[in-house]
């Protein structure tokens, strides 16, 4: 998603010859840093960098506006400019629209847009796409579930989806240009459409796109399990063109954490979902995210996420360790994981990756385990 908002800022900043593309970074004049909310310790990464950017460029006495855009600002909002002083402009991911009339506003104050809900409407059809095999279409912005842990609903704000019209607009646009494949992007794809039609679901705007002839592929990110529909999965099943990995985030293995999590489903759901799609869809590859030390985490709650990943046999898995952020009501959950532990887990958690998914198991050999 936030690759797709770099494609559309740059097209914003590119479309009336007011800027160029730098060739390197110490030419640029202007640095955008498009930002990630999601773990903290990349949010740090980021400071550290700027910082070091904007001395060097004091040092070498070249002028230098830097700009702070996407997730961060969203929930950071104007505590940046306390904070971070040396950034000059502050744009949230729902309002890159604004990017180029801030920048063109000459002041000395730090200038800063955040809107709560991205407007759909604002999408260009035919954005500068980053050179990749994939073109990302956007499909829906936001999101209503509310995990405990995610800062996203409050980021990118509740969920909308574009209408069918200008997302099939924006693929037909790429006949000609070379890109073939999609990648359809949305917080959770599952429910594209259910706040906008009273009958068109994923699984409809799946059937429109495969019938454009020159699309060869489509893959989607991301979903949410409880929403992966029957029809969907019959859908899925019937469109030759679909990718075969599907990606499900389970979360954990263990079914109070889950519910502390508020995902809604539970262990057992997530299983009969996984066979379901396998009987559907013999050669599917499920893949999924993983989070460790969720506050709580008990080591017996930790090896029942093992235990799901040797049974389940994931095509590939993204595990990463739980990060408090701001605002989330998981912060605010007692018993916190001591960081050391929480590198442990996640480590013992790769370790059985690496032996249980990327397909080294097949699906025979799986029941078994
Ligand atoms: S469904 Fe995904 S984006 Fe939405 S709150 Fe849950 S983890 Fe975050």
Not at 78 to 83: F, I, P, T
Not at 112 to 126: G, M, R, S, V, Y
Not at 278 to 296: C, E, H, M, Q, Y
């Amino acid at each position: 998603m936030n690759k797709n908002d770099s494609e559309q800022m740059t097209t914003l900043m590119l479309q009336d010859d007011q800027y160029i593309e730098s060739e390197s970074l110490a030419d640029a004049d202007i640095l955008i840093f498009n930002s990630c909310a999601v773990r903290e310790m990349a949010e740090n990464r980021m400071y550290a960098r700027m910082k070091d950017l904007v001395g060097r460029r004091k040092k070498a006495k070249k002028d230098l506006t830097l700009v702070l855009a996407g997730c961060i600002p969203q929930y950071e909002k104007e505590s940046l400019l306390k904070a971070h002083p040396y950034i000059d402009v502050i744009i949230g991911a729902n309002s890159i629209e604004y990017l180029p009339a801030l920048l063109g506003h000459n002041t000395q104050t730090p200038r800063i847009k955040i809107t709560e809900n991205k407007d759909p409407a604002i999408i260009k059809a035919n954005p500068k796409r980053t050179p990749f095999d994939q073109a990302f279409i956007p499909i829906m912005f936001g999101c209503d579930n509310f995990c405990s842990y995610c800062i996203v609903p409050y980021t990118r704000g509740r969920e909308v989806s574009r209408t069918k019209e200008s997302i099939l607009e924006e693929i037909n646009a790429l006949e000609g240009s070379g890109y073939k494949k999609l990648l359809l992007l949305g917080q959770n794809v599952n429910s594209y459409g259910h706040n906008l039609y009273e009958d068109y679901s994923f699984a409809d705007l799946l059937v429109d796109i495969h019938r454009i002839p020159f699309i060869e592929k489509i893959d989607f990110m991301t979903s949410h399990p409880k929403d992966m529909s029957d029809k969907l999965i019959s859908t899925l099943a019937d469109l030759p063109k679909m990718g075969k990995e599907i990606h499900c985030p389970l979360q954990a293995g263990d079914n109070e954490i889950l519910r502390d999590m508020n995902r809604h489903y539970t262990v057992e759901d997530f299983t009969l979902l996984v066979e379901k799609i396998r009987k559907a869809i013999p050669n599917a590859l499920i893949s999924t995210d993983l989070i460790v030390g969720f506050p709580g985490e008990s080591e017996a709650q930790f090896q029942n996420t093992i235990k799901v990943v040797k049974t389940l046999g994931f095509h590939r898995v993204i595990a990463a360790a739980y990060s408090p952020r701001k605002g989330t009501a998981a912060v605010d959950l007692p018993d916190q994981i001591e960081d050391t532990v929480k590198k442990r887990r996640l480590s013992d958690l790769q370790k059985i990756v690496q032996q249980y998914a990327f397909g080294k198991h097949p699906v025979e050999e799986r029941k078994l385990l």
